[in-house]
């Protein structure tokens, strides 16, 4: 099996091209990793945006010969950009919408689709799974590996249109150091440092750093206060034998946003004359309280060890825990209301509390090695995975229309159920009560036992088979309290919080076992050495509660043990080339996924089923690489055409059944572009996204014009860079965003109610000190 460790630097933006060209075929770590075979894959010169290996021990081959889309987003594009987090680094793929969840009220701090499906719990750190609801930075990131299609026989549950890879920077036998300060408009401040020391011949230590505080654009009361450190420590790096120990320790303190009202915005709708004649709002409102908070903490502890038994074997070990925990109260723009007193229009806000940990501790020993049968060549790669993953949610009261009193300890106390705001005129110094702790708690745990196995035969010079198996043995439990009083909501009559009387809260044990068994195939043709064509089949599996470990007892619930696990199937048909002497990669590829098995009812009868199926059919193109020694390029174009099968639900109040035939948040067009060109001490360059128009109404025989909201309208942006060498070791740079100024809707909620707009055009300076 090759390991070819480079540090090159790689393009981003190329989410179909490069996604196709970086899938598969990135080893492990790809900065330190011993070279066990030669691969021919090496470009003649140093190429910016570009790279050909992938830094996962799962892919072996070179990115031009593996059988999937993969995109790897390189941490010096992303400096050019000036991109801080891993959602500003996700608009350089096609592909990826972001989503802000019904009435905001989401557990996940990275919130986005792949491919017309959720992507929330397929995000990986140094291909361990990494959970928690924290918006994650890219400050100790070498890169970011976005592989696309059903990812099942790489990661395991899930990951049903692809998974994220982010490679942590780890020691090298470098001595370097790199400080970065950033100030910008909305009082943006930013520091970074990268400093790898190296101890001896064979021991590095290396620290990052990143302390950032500031506001979001034109959201003054939008505030965040971020405080992280890596350190890590490796020896043995020139010996057979490689140990790492990094750890990874994040604080955020944010003034979280609650949104704007869709209120006289485009497509906005309301029966209520006065509201539908209502005028926007100014987009610096903020209607949430001075009681408002978001505290975020994750810690990581990652032991890594590499022995290379022989110049083509390497045996790897990877322990890790992590915990983060978040509790946030935020108040959530809901309804625009009539003032009954003024006659002006008011606000409902939902007060929305979330006290969430989760905890992994996670084992991964894989085996890459080399070998011969008769005249096939092997690239094989051997594992075992141990998991144990768990999430406890606190229950919390959540506003309801009406308003009504609580016991708690004995002491009846007033609830504030949904309070309000003037829509023109909000007084952030509303002091809004903090929603209870009610005792109802959710505890789930999933333990994992995976085997997987991946073999490449290189059957001739020409053709190549590419296979994968996993086997997933999974037991997940769910303890769940449910309060013995009251209803719903803010309704009510007494509970107890948590410690409390446990006599108040009941306790529901649920239990879910299984194997789940995925596979992958690819079949590679390369009509010279320089390019290839490839078709591949791939699936993946998502048990019940296989997102956040919830079971439900609710007949027909996705969640409920009694139903089969969901199964999603990729099949994609693609080409890569290497180009001008492997310094641009271009790429191709049409796909179609489909999930099925998803909880449904009958259309007519209403008895509950798992006949629901997704199908998303789409094609995506990608250049990466040089144009010319100076001038770098990396774009990308993804077409998706999705649609839902024998999708019907039933309200449970109404008992009314609607179907649906469309995805939400899936546009038919997603494209990005990046671009630089150096001059001397000079580089300049840019670049433009666009996105599609994003349905929210997706039922049939749906009436659009007296539904709110019923699509995010298609928009695009542009950004700008400027940069100047001062000498060696310092730089300056100049990014400016939105430079025409684009209103756009960034996320909307399921509901139509809320919305987060694009930052305005904004600004920053950066400068960058090296030595």
Request: aromatic share 6%; proline share 3%.
């Amino acid at each position: 099996m090759s390991i070819i460790l480079s540090r090159k630097k790689s393009t981003l933006l190329t989410s179909s091209m490069v996604a196709m060209a970086s899938s598969l075929a990135m080893p492990v770590q790809a900065q330190d990793s011993p070279v066990l075979k030669e691969v021919n894959v090496q470009a003649a010169v140093d190429v910016p945006y570009k790279t050909e290996k992938s830094a996962s021990s799962k892919l072996t081959q070179p990115l031009v010969d593996t059988p999937k889309t993969v995109q790897v987003l390189k941490k010096e594009m992303l400096k050019e950009q000036g991109a801080a987090s891993l959602m500003e680094a996700l608009r350089n793929t096609s592909g990826i919408t972001m989503q802000l969840g019904e009435n905001g009220n989401t557990a996940a701090g990275d919130t986005f689709q792949m491919r017309g499906f959720d992507g929330d719990s397929s995000t990986f750190v140094d291909g361990v799974r990494d959970l928690g609801a924290i918006s994650r930075d890219v400050f100790n990131l070498e890169q970011v590996e976005i592989v696309k299609g059903a990812g099942g026989s790489d990661v395991g549950r899930g990951a049903s249109a692809g998974y994220i890879n982010l490679i942590s920077k780890l020691p090298t036998l470098e001595q370097a150091n790199d400080i970065a300060l950033t100030v910008g408009t909305a009082d943006k401040k930013r520091l970074t440092v990268d400093s790898n020391n190296v101890i001896d011949g064979s021991s590095a230590l290396r620290l990052n750093v990143m302390v950032q505080e500031g506001n979001a654009e034109a959201r003054d009361e939008v505030g965040y206060n971020h405080v992280a450190i890596a350190p890590s420590l490796a020896f043995g790096l020139n010996s057979p034998t490689k140990v790492y120990l990094y750890s990874q320790h994040t604080r955020q303190d944010n003034t979280p946003d609650g949104g704007l009202p869709t209120i006289g915005m485009a497509g906005f709708y309301n029966s209520n004359a006065l509201i539908q004649a209502g005028a926007k709002v100014n987009r610096d409102n903020f209607y949430g309280s001075k009681e408002d908070y978001e505290n975020i903490s994750a810690d990581m502890i990652t032991a890594k060890v590499e022995h290379q038994l022989r110049p083509n074997t390497v045996l790897r070990n990877i322990t890790r825990y992590g915990k983060s925990q978040m509790d946030r109260v935020l108040s959530g723009v809901f309804n625009p209301v009539v003032n009954s007193t003024t006659q002006g229009i008011d606000i409902q806000l939902i007060r929305q509390r979330v006290d969430q940990t989760n905890e992994i501790l996670a084992n991964q020993t894989s085996l890459n090695t080399a070998l011969k049968t008769g005249n096939i060549n092997h690239d094989l790669v051997l594992g075992l995975e141990l998991l144990k993953e768990s999430q406890l949610t606190l229950g919390s009261t959540r506003g309801s229309s009406s308003t009504a009193t609580v016991v708690v300890n004995g002491q009846t106390l007033p609830v504030e159920i949904r309070p309000t705001q003037n829509a023109y005129a909000p007084n952030s110094n509303q002091a809004f009560m903090i929603p209870y702790l009610t005792g109802a708690d959710s505890d789930g745990s999933t333990t994992t036992t995976a085997l997987y196995a991946f073999d490449t035969l290189s059957l001739t010079e020409n053709l190549k088979l590419n296979l994968g198996l996993r086997v997933d043995n999974y037991k997940t439990k769910t303890e769940s309290g449910t309060l013995v009083t009251g209803g719903t909501g803010g309704n009510l009559a007494t509970y107890a919080p948590q410690g409390y009387k446990v006599g108040d809260v009941v306790i529901s044990h649920l239990e879910d076992d299984g194997t789940l068994l995925s596979w992958n195939a690819g079949l590679v043709f390369k009509p010279t050495s320089n390019g290839s064509v490839y078709i591949a089949f791939a699936d993946a599996q998502t048990p019940p509660a296989g997102t956040n470990f919830v079971l439900s007892a609710t007949a027909g619930n996705q969640a409920n043990a009694a139903l089969d696990p969901q199964r999603t199937t990729t099949t994609e048909l693609g080409t890569k080339w290497e180009l001008l002497n492997k310094r641009l990669n271009l790429s191709a590829a049409v796909y179609r996924t489909e999930n099925d098995k998803q909880a449904s009812v009958d259309a007519v009868t209403g008895v509950a089923n798992q006949e629901g199926k997704t199908r998303v059919d789409g094609v995506e193109l990608a250049a990466v690489g040089q144009l010319t020694n100076f001038w770098q390029v990396t774009a990308a174009i993804g077409f998706m055409d999705s649609e839902q099968l024998d999708q019907s639900s039933k309200n449970s109040t109404t008992g009314v059944i609607s179907t649906s035939d469309g995805v939400r948040w899936t546009p038919d067009v997603t494209a990005s572009l990046w671009t630089s060109y150096t001059l001397n001490k000079l580089t300049v360059g840019g670049g433009a996204r666009y996105m599609g128009e994003q349905k929210r109404v997706v039922t049939t025989n749906t009436h659009l014009a007296t539904q709110n909201m019923p699509v995010i309208p298609a928009y695009t942006v542009v950004d700008v860079m400027a940069a100047y060498q001062l000498s060696k070791n310092t730089n300056l740079r100049l990014n400016v965003y939105n430079v025409f100024d684009e209103e756009y809707i960034s996320t909307l909620n399921n509901s139509g109610a809320r919305m987060t707009l694009g930052a305005p055009v904004s600004a920053a300076v950066s400068a960058e000190f090296s030595f």
